[in-house]
């Protein structure tokens, strides 16, 4: 169930609403005069969500490729063009 408070909470109520984003890992949804207005969340939260946005951005980039071209890799190939990708960094000193 989301945490939905009164703006006024995030002055009045600080900590409990810092305790609510920390011990739950959710956000917080604040609403000004009956509206939503605004989220709070944990760094952690906010780091967690910018990473599944990026994952989610590049399968759905990589979705829209693959019906651009017939094209097919098994991951055996990609894992060895990784390693050999890595082998070249390593031994060119640009790790």
Same mark, same amino acid.
């Given at each position: 169930?989301?945490?939905?408070?009164?703006? =006024? %909470?995030?002055?009045?109520?600080?900590?409990?609403?810092?305790?609510?984003?920390?011990?739950?890992?959710?956000?917080?949804?604040?609403?000004?005069?009956?509206?939503? %207005?605004?989220?709070?969340?944990?760094m952690?939260?906010?780091?967690?969500?910018?990473?599944?946005?990026?994952?989610?951005?590049?399968?759905?980039?990589?979705?829209?490729?693959?019906?651009?071209?017939?094209?097919?890799? =098994?991951?055996?190939?990609i894992?060895?063009?990784?390693?050999?990708?890595?082998?070249?960094?390593?031994?060119?000193?640009?790790?």
């Open positions: 169930m989301p945490h939905i408070r009164p703006v =006024s %909470d995030l002055r009045n109520n600080f900590t409990d609403i810092s305790r609510i984003v920390h011990e739950t890992a959710e956000p917080v949804f604040l609403t000004k005069n009956g509206y939503g %207005d605004m989220v709070v969340m944990s952690e939260a906010f780091e967690r969500f910018q990473f599944e946005s990026e994952v989610y951005f590049k399968l759905k980039e990589a979705e829209q490729e693959a019906q651009l071209t017939n094209t097919r890799y =098994s991951h055996k190939e894992l060895n063009e990784l390693k050999a990708k890595l082998a070249n960094k390593v031994n060119t000193g640009n790790v």
